[in-house]
């Protein structure tokens, strides 16, 4: 006797495949392919492929071009100022001090100009309680500089000071 399938067809009984074969061996190789491909384009492994660094590149170079368009400014020389320096023993220290202020135009030139006395009132009072510690090294002309950086804005606002220059300091 020979068996036959539902079919009529006789031979080996077929077996059907099951779920954790199908999982084990057609949907675990897609998912793992997959990730793979996502963790290449997200590494960024394709680029060269693809040439995003050269657009990159190209948006950096443009962006650089932007940035060094700026208009010179104008210098304003201001007179040297020597001050005498605060301090606690017989011996009296001076300060000389020499400034160039940057401004956007003539415009602001004018301004300086017209506040003058203001600007070296300002400068002055500053100066004056400076002591020869509070001068000694780079920190100490930095200091200086913000500070007159900041009292020259004050007196010019509105207009802007684009930058302030020590060309000169000088401790005797």
């Keep these: 006797m020979s068996e036959e399938d539902d079919d009529g067809e006789s031979g ?22 997959g990730g793979a491909g996502a963790a290449v384009f997200m ?22 071009v932007v940035a060094e368009v700026v208009p010179p400014g104008v210098f304003y020389e201001m007179e040297e100022m020597t001050v005498s320096l605060s301090g606690t023993g017989n011996r009296r220290n001076f300060l000389v001090v020499g400034v160039q202020i ?8 004018a301004r ?3 506040e003058r006395p203001r600007l070296v009132s300002e400068f002055n009072i500053f100066l004056r309680e400076l002591r020869v510690e509070e ?6 002309a930095y200091l200086v500089r913000e500070e007159l950086y900041r009292r020259a804005s004050q007196v010019l606002s509105p207009t802007p000071v684009r930058n302030l220059l020590l060309e000169k300091l000088l401790v005797q």
């Design 12 to 33: 080996p009984p077929k077996k059907k495949v099951s779920g954790k074969k199908l999982i084990l061996f057609i949907l675990l190789p897609i998912i793992l392919l």
């Design 43 to 64: 590494l960024g492994l394709l680029d060269p492929l693809l040439g995003v660094e050269q657009a990159e590149e190209e948006e950096a170079v443009e962006e650089e």
């Design 102 to 109: 940057e401004m956007e135009d003539d415009a602001g030139v």
């Design 112 to 114: 300086i100009e017209a």
């Design 135 to 140: 001068l000694n090294g780079s920190e100490g």
